[in-house]
């Protein structure tokens, strides 16, 4: 892959990381039949940590030093992480895998307008436009009042809401503290929160081949955080970024074979207004950083 342009192999990362993510999903919603939601988050969190753990350690990031303001932003973001994990794998048990996913594309809209908010950075009309049509977007793919309305799309949303007070809580974080030690912390507190809501509801009884998929999904998840980061480091980032709704293929590709799900005209055209005003609102940003560089 080294004999590839830069944006080429970004390129091609950025798919492999969006494949992983998809799959993971795919794997977490095969198991909505036989386990309860918050055994699976326990299951899963168990496998991730112990492989976080490794790459960590070997990494040296497992003791770093950090500092008290640094501590409180690591704590929020590990709570929204929390809580952005139960309401998406809520949403994921109970609605279609493309549909989830697509309302969960909204990600960059909903940064955006977080930044404004709390964070004060500008924004103009062009954008604030983009945000409002992407969100109208995401009203098509969910229809309330429909009988297609499936009200775990709210929980997609609040899974959105709290990954936007994540990633902005990151973007907080000194540069000095590791981002493998970040990670394995939400996993170890998704882990414990997991295992401490499965005890509300009736424990499955699980098996060898039980362990089997949510050690896979794992695996995905973690290629996929792997590659994401992998991506950042290749190629430039207005080329790349767009890469990212490759997601949305790959969710629908596993839900049709997978779950014999079949998108609608209402989820193709909510998808199209969501991941167009995405890339758009993505476009506006590097523009105005590079007007403001000049």
Known sequence: MRA?????????????????????????????DTMPVYQVMFLRGLFASAFLFLLAWQAGAMWPTVAPADRKRIIWRTLSEIGAT????????NMPLA????????????????????LREQVGWRRYSAILVGFAGVLIISRPGTEGFNAYSVSALVAVAFIVVRDLTTRGLSTGVPSLFVALVSAIAITVAG????????????????????????????????????????????????????????????????????????????????????????YRERKVASATEH
């Open 86 to 93: 139960s309401f998406f794998l809520s949403a994921v048990f």
């Open 195 to 282: 295992g401490l809501a499965s005890l509300t509801l009736e424990w499955r009884p699980v098996g060898t081949n039980d362990l089997i998929r949510p050690g896979c999904a794992a695996v995905f998840l973690i290629g996929g955080y792997l590659f994401a980061v992998m991506t950042m480091r290749v190629g430039e980032i207005s080329f790349v970024s767009p890469f990212r709704y490759t997601v949305l293929l790959w969710a629908m590709l596993l839900g049709y074979f997978v779950f014999g799900e079949e998108p609608d005209a209402w989820m193709l055209t909510g998808s199209t207004i969501v991941v167009a005003m995405g890339i758009y609102t993505f």
């Open 99 to 118: 549909n989830a996913t697509a309302i969960l594309q909204t990600l960059p809209l909903a940064v955006t307008l977080g930044a404004a908010i709390f």
């Open 4 to 32: 590839l342009p830069a944006n080429v192999r970004g390129a091609a990362l950025m798919v492999a990381s969006m494949a992983g993510f998809a799959i993971n999903d795919a794997l977490v919603k095969t198991l909505a």
